[in-house]
């Protein structure tokens, strides 16, 4: 109903940086949560980062802590995931989610998925 373009992966070596863009369309409120997932190969689809209601609350996994940052642009209905000091490890398909209930972003059941986009770091 409501979908979710992405844009921004790459290739980059190891300490280098990208920045993740999903764009949204349709009548998603700005109190929508918003978030990213990423899958490895042959890994399960894990959480990210969140960004909550008015942009005011983020919230990341240990993983990516000091890292990376999620931001939210109302005007341009985008969310952003600027990825600094990259490692092999966060090598995945990278995906943006939105959610009518924060709860359900958090339980990896958002109401939109976007289809996707390739992040890749060399070592």
């Known amino acids: 109903q409501v979908p979710l373009v992405e844009s921004g992966g790459g290739l980059v070596q190891a300490g280098g940086s990208l920045r993740l863009s999903c764009a949204a369309s349709g009548p998603i409120f700005s109190t929508y949560a918003m978030g990213w997932f990423r899958q490895a190969p042959g890994k399960e689809r894990e959480y990210v980062a969140a960004?909550?209601?008015?942009?005011?609350?983020?919230y990341y996994a240990d993983s990516v802590k000091g890292r990376f940052t999620i931001t939210r642009d109302n005007a341009k209905n985008t969310v952003y995931l600027q990825m600094n000091s990259l490692k092999p490890e966060d090598t995945a398909v990278y995906y943006c989610?939105?959610?009518?209930?924060?709860?359900?972003?958090?339980?990896?059941?958002?109401?939109?998925w976007g289809q996707g986009t390739q992040v890749t770091v060399s070592s």
């Open positions: 989610a939105a959610s009518r209930r924060s709860s359900y972003l958090f339980e990896m059941k958002p109401n939109y």
């Open positions: 960004i909550i209601g008015t942009g005011s609350s983020t």
